[in-house]
């Protein structure tokens, strides 16, 4: 079984900064792209940012020049450094990660449970 866990989140005033981290565990072989999803209250998920197992990104055009998305291989985590936090971005953050392992050997789709972010004006 392979989990992600997700850590990080809180409360910041507008123009603060926030790292999330998002850790996958269990009996993995590999993982190819990780990403980060966020849905507000109402909305539907949507895409934040991800990453390639070779570290090629991709953003949301409302975080780009604000968030970066990065990965560290060794530890099986994924972040979000955020920046010049605006109250739109408040949000349940999730970890989405794509994990070769013992149950799925070319890849299966995980996601955490999500972390709240909440940015007050």
């Known amino acids: 079984q392979v989990q992600l866990v997700e850590s990080g989140g809180g409360l910041v005033q507008a123009g603060g900064s926030l790292r999330l981290s998002c850790a996958a565990s269990?009996?993995?072989?590999?993982?190819?792209?990780m990403g980060w999803y966020r849905q507000a209250p109402g909305k539907q998920r949507e895409l934040v940012a991800t990453?390639?197992?070779?570290?090629?990104?991709t953003y949301a055009d409302s975080v780009k020049g604000r968030f970066t998305i990065s990965r560290d291989n060794a530890k099986n985590t994924v972040y979000l450094q955020m920046n010049s936090l605006k109250p739109e971005d408040t949000a349940v953050y999730y970890c989405?990660?794509?994990?070769?392992?013992?149950?799925?050997?070319?890849?299966?789709?995980?996601w955490g449970k999500g972390t709240l972010v909440t940015v007050s004006s």
């Open positions: 269990g009996s993995i072989f590999s993982i190819n792209a």
């Open positions: 990453i390639s197992s070779r570290g090629s990104t």
């Open positions: 989405n990660a794509d994990v070769a392992s013992v149950i799925a050997v070319w890849g299966m789709d995980y």
